[in-house]
């Protein structure tokens, strides 16, 4: 199957900027999404890019996307307590069927 | 409209026991997820329907695993025999056609928690 990977913590203080990164290994995945999971609920979609798009903003997210490298990237500006969560990298070639990263813990420091 | 429901929220379960879990997708959607999340673990597939298309079962783990969709809505994923290393929680998620065909919609998850 598809390997997707991501660093599993990251720390930022209240007001920073979080960028939170994702290599995968599929060069042909036409889709690919930014999920966050906050304690105790289910996996929330923050946004998805195509594989024709190098970037796409969303308010304070930024998505990135470099297809030589496979890596695509999730900057959250100005970041909130309430930003403390798992955020998940997933992609997918069809649009059917999803594999996900093991998320990254997301910690804001007040 | 109401979001991907998933019962019970939280079971606990002897080892050797049964288990079923409860997915009600989104009205509407024709494609259904299970995923399982360990701690500490992304998220695991394991199965997928698809309409009236034979599901893809690729990811279940083993033969004590299966799972149904009724109706082409409620889906039940049922775990035989028990075994500790199945605690986990288990999530469903939804996709639906038109323009939200890329996006799945999950469930809040069903912990389970095998003693």
């Known amino acids: 199957g598809e390997d997707v990977e991501q660093s599993l913590f990251l720390s930022v203080r209240e007001g920073d900027s979080s960028v939170i990164n994702c290599t995968y290994t599929?060069?042909?995945?036409?889709?690919l999404y930014w999920y966050k999971q906050e304690p105790g609920a289910g996996l929330q979609l923050l946004t998805y890019i195509f594989s024709n798009m190098d970037m796409k903003q969303d308010q304070r997210l930024t998505v990135l996307l470099n297809k030589k490298d496979k890596h695509l990237s999730l900057r959250i500006a100005d970041t909130q307590t309430g930003d403390s969560a798992i955020y998940f990298c997933?992609?997918?070639?069809?649009?059917?069927?999803?594999?996900f990263g093991t998320g990254t813990s997301l910690t804001v420091i007040p | 409209g109401a979001g991907v429901s998933q019962s019970p929220s939280n079971k606990v379960t002897e080892k050797g026991k049964d288990v079923e879990l409860r997915c009600d997708p989104i009205s509407g959607h024709t494609a259904l997820y299970w995923y399982r999340q360990s701690l500490g673990q992304g998220l695991e597939f394991l199965i997928y329907f698809q309409g009236n298309s034979a599901p893809d079962k690729s990811g279940l783990p083993s033969d004590r695993f299966s799972a149904e969709r009724t109706g082409g809505s409620v889906s039940t994923l049922t775990i035989q025999r028990t075994q500790q290393e199945d605690s986990a929680v288990y999530l469903c998620a939804s996709k639906g056609t038109a323009e939200k065909i890329y996006e799945q919609y999950f469930g809040p998850g069903t912990r389970l928690t095998v003693t």
């Open positions: 599929d060069s042909s995945s036409t889709y």
């Open positions: 997933a992609e997918s070639l069809t649009g059917n069927q999803f594999y």
